[in-house]
Structures are given as C-alpha cells and as structure tokens.
T-cell receptor
Framework: QQPVQSPQAVILREGEDAVINCSSS?????VHWYRQKHGEAPVFLMI?????EQKGHEKISASFNEKKQQSSLYLTASQLSYSGTYFC???????????FGQGTRLTINP | DAMVIQNPRYQVTQFGKPVTLSCSQT?????MYWYQQKSSQAPKLLFH???????NEADTPDNFQSRRPNTSFCFLDIRSPGLGDAAMYLC????????????FGPGTRLTVT
C-alpha cells in the first residue's frame, strides 16, 4: 500500500524552512527519502531504520516515528538547489523492496 | 565513476512492436530494479533481481518481461507495447535488497505511437 505524503506541494522563498511528512498504514522496517529534479533520476538522500532514529545531511534531516509509522523530512534554510520532487519510499518488514509515496513538489524562489 | 547506465535515453516504438530497454551497472551491486514512472507520479516497481532470483510484482502486466544475463546487465522487454505503456523507465541498483541505498540510472523515456 502506497504511503501518503503531505503536503503535495510547497512554495518557499530561499532561506525558509519546510517539513514533508510520510505516513504508512503498515508496520515499517525502513523509510528512504529521494529527491528528483525535473527530467532527472531520483537521487538518494537518506535511509532511516526502525528504532526512531533521526539523521542529518547538511541542512536536510529526517526522523522516523516507529509507533506512528511516520517519517518527516526537514529542510532548513532552503537553497534554490533544493527544488524538486521529494519521494519517500517505505519498506515493510520482510518485503525487501520499496513503495514510493506520491511525491511532494518543492519550489524554492529567490 | 561507478554508475548505472541506461540505453537508449529515448525510445519511440509503434503500438504492438516489441521493444527492449537495457541497463548496465559498474557498481557490482547484487540487486537490480525496474521501475515505471508516469508523468507526475511516483516510480512504480515492476520487478527486481536479487542476484539471479527474479521477483515479479503481482500487478506487473504479463506484457513486461525481464532478463539478467549477468551481474552487470539487466533488460526490460515489452512484448506488445500499448499507448498506456508510454512512460519513463528507471533502472536502479542496490548492494542488498530492502534497507540499502538505491542508485538510479537516468531513465529511458518510451513513446508509443
């Protein structure tokens, strides 16, 4: 079952913060985050494993709430290069494959 | 640089005419995936290979087949393309299945006329 991302689209000014959420109705083993720019392939950002860990990657970080089966991606002090569509990919325990959410389109304006 | 390569980048085929898309990798990864992505939608997994073990998704049409002759190469065959099969086809690899980073190729955009 496809995870649900929110919001579907976000428009920010450079330097503003954003939060993108990913929710699943299934018990998850891992959550992946990818960014895809128009006409390009998805690019890996980070993986979070069950255990409720939080990870960071430059000014982009994420958390995974195992109890709620939710993950959030945090983008702080956004840069123009952050524009793109963000997908979460969720893995159920034992599935060994990802199901991607519908994506969140992030637009950063100068 | 180690990478995932897809050929061709753009493919035009006629309705019902078989077409083959190819993917190669220099990462020596065990797992290779094929995804279909339609405009403004999420990538949808069609099937994947873990070494030589083929794993087909339940909702992947029989029209889609795949071959992995060796670790480096994987092919997607569409036996009788329909207009609804027009999409971007993405190949990805990972060292292990599941909780392992996936590396995507640039994709092949398929047009069916």
């Amino acid at each position: 079952q496809q995870p649900v991302q929110s919001p579907q689209a976000v428009i920010l000014r450079e330097g503003e913060d954003a939060v993108i959420n990913c929710s699943s109705s299934k018990a998850l083993y891992s959550v992946h985050w990818y960014r895809q720019k128009h006409g390009e392939a998805p690019v890996f950002l980070m993986i979070l494993l069950k255990g409720g860990e939080q990870k960071g990657h430059e000014k982009i970080s994420a958390s995974f709430n195992e109890k709620k089966q939710q993950s959030s991606l945090y983008l702080t002090a956004s840069q123009l290069s952050y524009s793109g569509t963000y997908f979460c990919g969720t893995e159920k325990a034992g599935a060994q494959k990802l199901v991607f959410g519908q994506g969140t389109r992030l637009t950063i304006n100068p | 640089d180690a990478m995932v390569i897809q050929n061709p980048r753009y493919q035009v085929t006629q309705f019902g005419k078989p077409v083959t898309l190819s993917c190669s990798q220099t990462l020596n990864h065990n797992v290779m995936y094929w995804y279909q992505q339609k405009s403004s939608q999420a990538p949808k997994l069609l099937f994947h290979y873990y070494d030589k073990d083929f794993n087909n998704e339940a909702d992947t049409p029989d029209n889609f087949q795949s071959r992995r002759p060796n670790t480096s190469f994987c092919f997607l065959d569409i036996r009788s393309p329909g207009l609804g099969d027009a999409a971007m086809y993405l190949c990805a690899t990972s060292r292990d299945p599941g909780a392992s980073e996936q590396y995507f190729g640039p994709g092949t955009r398929l047009t069916v006329t």
